[in-house]
């Protein structure tokens, strides 16, 4: 697991370093670092502002919105992106931040529920791709990103996870495009559906 210390500067750029920020951010990281994730951990925050970084993305609200975006997260649940955004409300209204600013990062924080962003909406195509940049990894770390999901998923037996499991893959490819920039569709779009279609045949199998 990585370290705290770069994360909590990239957290003191975007919010300040007054002593609520301070205390915000220690939450956020906390919530994180919660044993029972596998892949929605501290590592997905940091592999999601790096995406966010390729996309030439530097928006406060899209990378408040990427903080936020798995904050609360227990698999299963069905409401992990609602109440992800009710802590971000909470959050930055706290740290002192403009209403329109936090109505913006919950706006997009309910929008990874989905991961569809409208053509004209460039952060939430911007927040979405970087969330779902993980679907175009090379072979290996898209196979390591599986485990990590499925370990995740633990309690779930077998057979329910494949079921599961392939209605979201198959969702995925049945869009006509997975990514909604440009610059996701050049850097992801093929490897993702690669990877796509090779997890959904070995569940099928």
Do not use: K
Not at 7 to 16: I, P, S, V
Not at 105 to 131: I, K, M, P, Q, Y
Not at 178 to 195: H, K, M, S
């Amino acid at each position: 697991m990585p370290g705290t210390g770069e994360l909590r500067e990239q957290w003191a750029q975007l919010a300040g370093s007054g002593v609520e920020a301070v205390q915000v951010g220690d939450d956020l990281l906390a919530r994180w670092a919660e044993p029972h994730r596998r892949y929605h951990n501290l590592r997905h925050l940091e592999a999601v502002l790096a995406h966010l970084d390729r996309l030439g993305s530097w928006s406060r609200p899209v990378r408040l919105g990427a903080w936020y975006h798995d904050a609360v997260y227990l698999p299963g649940r069905e409401d992990n992106e609602e109440v992800s955004a009710g802590l971000a409300r909470s959050g930055l209204t706290a740290i002192g931040w403009d209403g329109s600013l936090v109505d913006e990062v919950v706006r997009l924080v309910h929008l990874t529920a989905s991961h569809r962003a409208a053509a004209f909406d460039a952060g939430g195509a911007e927040l979405c791709d970087a969330d779902l940049a993980v679907l175009g990894s090379p072979g290996p770390d898209y196979e390591s990103y599986r485990r990590a999901v499925r370990a995740e998923y633990a309690t779930v037996d077998d057979e329910a996870w494949r079921i599961g499991r392939r209605r979201v893959l198959q969702e995925f490819l049945d869009r006509e495009h997975i990514f909604a920039t440009a610059t996701g569709r050049r850097l992801w779009e093929r490897p993702a559906r690669v990877n796509l279609t090779g997890e959904l045949e070995g569940l099928q199998s």
